[in-house]
């Protein structure tokens, strides 16, 4: 009695010759990965370094770490002349003038109280109201107090330090 084979399958089978050419194949590609994994393991060797050379840089390490030299340390910053301070200040005060001057015309020309209520962040200008219209600014600059009251234009109180910055000694 005959077994028939489900439908679908190959009906053929194989015969000596095909058999003998997969085997060529498959002999074929175990001497192609042979040969891979044969100059796959010839590489070059790695240069060691000599152990000599960590007796020497670990010493060498450990001292610029304890102490570092001068030279690898921050450079300091420069002392800011008084100059430059007083120029910064003025201006830093008709900055703040001219914005409390705004706030004034948008208030029917009323003075703020202090600084917090025209908006402005009290610094090291002192804010003084001296009457319902009037101000006055000051600040401390080493031994040096600047002052401008509201009252002075704007333009005379910073010429000093135009003229100071047209003639480059502030820069």
């Known amino acids: ?20 050419d997969v085997l060529v194949d498959v002999l074929a590609d175990q001497k192609r990965r042979a040969e891979v994994r044969q100059t796959a393991g010839k590489r070059r060797p790695r240069r060691r370094v000599h152990p000599a050379a960590a007796l020497v840089l670990v010493p060498i390490t450990l001292g610029l770490w304890v102490s570092p030299p001068a030279v690898l340390g921050p450079k300091p910053i420069p002392e800011v002349s008084l100059e430059r301070r007083e120029v910064g200040v003025r201006a830093e005060m008709v900055l703040l003038a001219k914005r409390i001057d705004e706030w004034s015309a948008e208030s029917q020309g009323r003075a703020p109280a202090d600084l917090a209520e025209a908006g402005e962040e009290p610094g090291e200008i002192r804010y003084l109201r001296l009457t319902a219209s009037t101000y006055r600014l000051r600040a401390q600059v080493n031994t040096l107090t600047i002052g401008y009251t509201s009252t002075e234009s704007l333009e005379e109180f910073f010429a000093e330090a135009k003229v100071l910055i047209e003639r480059g000694e502030i820069r």
């Not at 009695?1 to 003998?20: D, F, I, K, L």
Request: net charge positive; aromatic share 4%; charged share 20%.
């Open 1 to 20: 009695m005959t077994v028939a084979r489900p439908p679908g399958r190959n009906q053929h089978r194989p015969t000596g010759s095909e058999y003998g």
